[in-house]
């Protein structure tokens, strides 16, 4: 009976453990989520006080906040666009409740400086949302979506359940992140659009089958330079649609190398399960090369 009751208190002692690390990653999304609102009401007060929740001095918990959804308070999708009338009709009317919980009094206070921070508010936290499934962002005005995707989010861990990723970037700055095995691991549609100079794609985004290894969607429509990665010939196991396009660069030299098409993109091995890609882009540049024409691409249907 002894032995019984000692494994019972240690039973409930783990419970009890378990129970606490909800509630502190519960209060982490929490914390992630106002750092997110202060540095948006900084960059872009008028976009962000359009929506529920996201004045700064608003109390509410974050799991109430409009274009948030979160499960058992686990912030599980943000969705913050432009066109208000379009996806409140998909979103439902907010739920404004301070039911949820009442957020800490640090995590609420004045907006920081604008400039303060080089992402905008592609902040580097949010690949800390454990629990995050869908993210979404996209602002065609004002100074909402300007700066630099940070580099964490494609570091080993980054949004381990994060399954859509939709940025429309006003002025993209600096280079695209590279994405190590291990992060973004469940990802499976990736779309970028964004203005402004040419970027080079990552070639680690394909270079290996453990990089964002459920892909299977990968939509990109912003000015390149350089050559297309031939290494991503070597992943993308699950990939199906690829669309490269966009306009010319925007104040960029002539002289900027333009993008070419890789031979190894039609080896054998190469994206098994491609059933559609679309290369549409005025800076292309070379021959078509001969080994499109005749070899690989065995589930493609669409060119």
Not at 42 to 69: F, I, K, M, Y
């Amino acid at each position: 009976m002894k032995c019984l009751a000692a494994a019972q208190r240690a039973l409930l002692a783990l419970l009890v453990l378990a129970a606490a690390a909800a509630a502190g990653s519960a209060g982490n999304d929490a914390a992630i989520l106002h750092r997110l609102r202060a540095v948006l009401a900084a960059v872009d007060p008028a976009w962000s006080a359009s929506w529920l929740g996201w004045q700064p001095n608003d109390t509410a918990h974050p799991c109430t906040w409009q274009r948030v959804e979160c499960r058992q308070q686990r912030v599980v999708s943000i969705r913050l666009y432009e066109d208000r009338r379009l996806h409140d009709e998909v979103d439902g009317p907010p739920q404004h409740s301070h039911s949820m919980g009442q957020a800490a009094g640090p995590l609420v206070g004045p907006a920081p400086p604008p400039g303060a921070w080089p992402w905008g508010p592609l902040i580097p936290e949010l690949a800390q949302l454990d629990h995050l499934r869908e993210l979404e962002m996209q602002r065609f005005e004002g100074q909402g979506l300007s700066g630099a995707i940070p580099s964490e989010w494609g570091r080993a861990g980054a949004f381990p359940r994060l399954r859509k990723l939709s940025l429309e970037v006003l002025h993209l700055q600096g280079p695209l992140p590279e994405v190590q095995p291990g992060g973004l691991p469940v990802l499976e549609s990736l779309h970028l659009g964004a203005k402004g100079a040419a970027v080079r794609l990552p070639p680690s985004w394909g270079a290996s089958p453990l990089a964002l290894p459920a892909l299977h969607t990968l939509s990109i429509h912003t000015p390149l330079e350089g050559p297309l990665p031939a290494e991503w010939a070597r992943g993308f196991r699950m990939l199906s649609l690829m669309v490269i396009s966009g306009a010319a660069p925007v104040g960029v030299p002539a002289a900027v190398p333009a993008p070419t098409l890789p031979p190894e993109w039609a080896q054998d091995s190469a994206f098994p399960r491609l059933v559609y890609l679309g290369l549409s882009y005025p800076q292309l540049s070379g021959s078509f090369p001969s080994s499109w024409e005749g070899g690989g691409w065995h589930s493609l249907e669409t060119l």
